[in-house]
């Protein structure tokens, strides 16, 4: 993990749009470049504090690479008024990042382990970063199992990306949407139905999920019925992050904090708290 | 017949089931085979028969008029087609089409009813399998139905 930087957390660093990629009709990828300075490394699974100056600040989680070009990638969903309006931003535009906050996925610590990789709809954002490290290290893993959920064939994120992790022989790759006309030929169904057919070893596996909460709770579901334990899942959770330091108290998850304890987080350690409605 | 019999008691959903059931089951099967494209059945049919993947995929579409098909599932090598055999009027509810090549086994409804009614405990092997099917792909739909993927 990568820790708060050394400037005062609460003040954001002006970058720059240097990019703009459209995904979805709601949902882009922004390459965003430090108007001054180098961009701090970040690990994959952590997140930003976007601001859309006058507007407000969003927690939106890395979705390339440290290793990519100097820049942070993140891409967003149009959902608000502060997502539309990071989403609408145009090349140049200049944006505040406070970051990067939050703990990680487990990349290193589960060499040696299949990789289970669960992702729902927009979920497969900040897994991304995790995968390519994955896949760029492919040799330090047992299988690979990388299963994506989307509402429908069209809405499915980085289609190109995962067209070129398709065409590898060493990666098991499965999509399911909710629903799908009759020209598509990939699977039709929930993403936790996809669990009980992939071929990994639940004793020596350890699973990334990350996509809606009631997609992850199904997926725990099914992950532990396959036979991982709990303490060998890894959940992205989400709340409303405000300060991403663990002060201002928003994202209070029972004992935790979100932002500060997560946003990726080992199931064994909010199980009990994971299907409380009031939390 | 032997082939059948080893292939009923081998498929997954048959798993654990006692050998002289799934030599009853295997009484009324058949072997299929569907090319790409190829509808198994059309809602509405007669549901006089269902089917056990052993390779292949198929989908379940609906059909509006105006509308192009809604596949909601989709299903594969180790899972059952069809489980409207088992409650009357006994007729399909949806259209379901092999996306591939499939070959399947399939058992005769009006064949295994009048087994299940003849003896009980085969009946109740077959509820106990198909209890949790009708579970599953009901909660499935739950969360389709919640679209949980679209904007909150």
Redesign the interface.
């Given at each position: 993990m990568v820790g708060i930087p050394l400037s005062d957390p609460f003040v954001p660093e002006i970058y720059r749009v240097r990019n703009v990629r459209r995904e979805l009709s709601?949902t882009v990828t922004l390459e965003l470049a430090p108007a001054s300075g180098a961009r701090p490394p970040f690990e994959p699974g952590q997140f930003n504090m976007l601001y859309a100056f006058g507007i407000g600040e969003v927690p939106i989680s890395m979705s390339a690479n440290a290793t990519d070009d100097g820049v942070y990638v993140h891409t967003v969903?149009d959902?608000g008024a502060v997502s539309g309006a990071i989403a609408r931003l145009k090349t140049g535009a200049a944006v505040g990042v406070r970051g990067p906050f939050g703990t990680s996925w487990p990349v290193r610590g589960a060499q040696g382990s299949d990789l289970v990789i669960v992702a729902?709809?927009?979920g497969l954002a900040p897994l991304r970063p995790a995968i390519r490290e994955v896949l760029a290290n492919r040799q330090r893993y047992g299988r690979i199992i990388i299963l994506i959920?989307?509402?429908n064939p069209k809405?499915l994120l980085f289609k190109e990306e995962l067209e070129e992790w398709r065409q590898r022989l060493d990666v098991d790759i499965d999509v399911?949407v909710?629903?799908?006309?009759?020209d598509?030929?990939?699977?039709?169904?929930?993403v936790?139905?996809l669990i009980p057919?992939a071929a990994f070893d639940p004793e020596k596996a350890v699973a990334l999920v990350c996509?809606?909460e009631?997609?992850m709770r199904?997926t725990v579901g099914a992950l532990r019925d396959a036979g991982v334990t709990a303490d060998r899942i890894y959940l992205s959770m989400e709340r409303n992050m405000k300060c991403a330091i663990g002060l201002c108290g928003h994202c209070q998850f029972g004992p935790t904090f979100i932002c500060k304890d997560g946003p990726v987080m080992r199931y064994d350690r909010i199980a009990d708290i994971f299907s409380v409605r009031e939390l | 017949m032997a082939g059948l019999e080893h292939v009923v008691s081998e498929h997954p959903f048959f798993a654990g089931l006692d050998h002289q059931y799934s030599d009853l089951v295997a009484g009324c099967a058949r072997n299929h085979r569907f090319d790409a494209e190829q509808y198994l059945f059309h809602e509405g049919d007669p549901a006089n028969e269902f089917f056990l993947i052993r390779h292949g995929r198929v989908a379940l579409e609906i059909t509006a008029p105006g509308r192009a098909p809604i596949i909601f599932a989709t299903l594969g090598e180790g899972e059952v087609v069809g489980a409207s055999w088992v409650v009357p009027p006994y007729r399909w509810m949806f259209d379901v089409r092999a996306l591939e090549v499939t070959r399947a086994i399939g058992i005769n409804a009006e064949c295994l009813r009048g087994k299940c009614d003849a003896d009980h405990h085969l009946g109740y092997e077959m509820m106990k399998r198909f209890l949790p099917i009708f579970v599953k792909r009901l909660h499935a739909t739950r969360l389709q139905l919640l679209d949980v993927y679209g904007q909150h």
């Open positions: 709601d969903r959902v729902g709809g927009l959920g989307s509402r809405d399911t909710d629903h799908a006309d009759a598509w030929r990939g699977n039709v169904g929930v936790p139905a057919r996509g809606p009631v997609m199904f | -």
